[in-house]
Nanobody
Framework: QVRLLESGGGLVQTGDSLRLSCKASAGPFAHHAMAWFREPAGRGRELVAAISRNGEITYYIDSVKGRFTISRDTFNDQLYLQMDSLKPEDTAIYFC????????????????????WGQGTQVTVSS
């Protein structure tokens, strides 16, 4: 099964940008639909953005639409999350996740569908 390793988190100020990366290994990255989730301190994990196997279909929660962009580089087995205009409420641990998906143009939004998870990377946005 694919293994996932996130990087790119850090401490930034309101309005700044960050780019998170997720390197997949030990499995067929191209067979997986992917997503980014986040978990604020003391709260549950929530979906942030998801992308289909072929990279053509994306999904975002309302609070990040127009500010975040999810993308994937299947050749290099990488998933990305470009985060612009960051706000304090974006502060959380961010996780990438993968699920085997039969259809190349399907986005998976159900957390329970995701089988593989990275260890997470902390994003802190100061006001």
């Amino acid at each position: 099964q694919v293994r996932l390793l996130e990087s790119g988190g850090g401490l930034v100020q309101t309005g700044d940008s960050l780019r998170l990366s997720c390197k997949a290994s030990a499995g067929p990255f191209a067979h997986h639909a992917m997503a980014w989730f986040r978990e604020p301190a003391g709260r549950g994990r929530e979906l942030v953005a998801a992308i289909s196997r072929n990279g053509e279909i994306t999904y975002y929660i309302d609070s990040v639409k127009g500010r975040f962009t999810i993308s994937r580089d299947t050749f290099n087995d990488q998933l990305y999350l470009q985060m612009d205009s960051l706000k304090p409420e974006d502060t959380a641990i961010y996780f990438c996740a993968a699920t085997v998906e039969r259809f190349p143009d399907k986005v998976v939004t159900e957390q329970a569908r995701y089988q593989q998870w990275g260890q997470g990377t902390q994003v802190t946005v100061s006001s």
